[in-house]
């Protein structure tokens, strides 16, 4: 199975700034990454597919990047909205694999 | 709009069998996407259980294959989770997800399931 390994698990910042999120898959992917964003109590939502691509609807200070084992997603201005975990997901190879999960707090 | 509304028992028995269906509305089950499950454990983060693809073929976590069990019914527009043999583990929030290809998923509400005598 690919593992994917997020760091930091939890992540404090302050509003307006720029938050980077790191995952790592134990093999390549081939760039079939997907960020979720799931705030207390609620479904996961998805945010970012194939490594960068928005999901229609979300906000443009998502962004995501990387390559092969290595991906990034960025918040460009915290606001308090953003409070929530975040999870990356591997869907290049079965069986389907996530990210443990990072807490962002403000 | 695509909705996904998860439904089944709230409270299972341990050693008993965990079903679950997934109602589709908004949308057509026969086209060309991936029907999955994944459970949440309470404070914890997110297991990928398994799927389907609208080609019949199924996936499973290699930790779970051996109990699970994933049906696709196009009459009824909703598909299904049977998990055998439950232990308290598997108490959890289990989701209902679409996948488009090259995409990822987009999630239903999600049910508690409570694994206890």
């Known amino acids: 199975d690919i593992q994917m390994t997020q760091s930091p698990s939890t992540l404090s910042a302050s509003v307006g700034d720029r938050v980077t999120v790191t995952c790592r898959a134990s093999?390549?992917?081939?760039?079939?990454l997907a960020w979720y964003q799931q705030k207390p109590g609620k479904a996961p939502k998805l945010l970012i597919y194939?490594?960068?691509t928005l999901e229609s609807g979300v906000p443009s200070k998502f962004s995501g990047s990387g390559s092969g084992t290595e991906f990034t997603l960025t918040i460009s201005s915290l606001q308090p909205d953003d409070l929530a975990t975040y999870y990356c997901?591997?869907?290049?190879?079965?069986?389907?694999?996530f990210g443990g999960g990072t807490k962002v707090e403000i | 709009q695509l909705q996904l509304q998860e439904s089944g028992p709230g409270l299972v028995k341990p050693s008993e069998t965990l079903s679950l269906t997934c109602t589709v509305s908004?949308?057509?089950?026969?086209?060309?996407?991936?029907w999955g499950w994944i459970r949440q454990p309470p404070g914890k983060g997110l297991e990928w259980i398994g799927g389907?693809?609208?080609?019949?073929?199924?996936y499973f976590s290699s930790s779970l294959k051996s109990r699970v069990t994933i049906s696709v019914d196009t009459s009824r527009s909703h598909f299904s989770l049977r998990l055998t043999s439950v232990t308290a583990a598997d108490t959890a929030v289990y989701y209902c997800?679409?996948?488009?290809?090259?995409?990822?998923?987009?999630w239903g509400q999600g049910t508690l399931v409570t694994v206890s005598s």
């Open positions: 997800a679409r996948r488009r290809n090259g995409s990822g998923y987009d």
């Open positions: 908004g949308g057509s089950i026969s086209t060309h996407y991936h």
């Open positions: 389907i693809h609208y080609s019949g073929n199924t």
């Open positions: 093999q390549s992917i081939n760039n079939w």
């Open positions: 194939e490594t960068s």
């Open positions: 997901q591997q869907y290049n190879t079965y069986p389907l694999t």
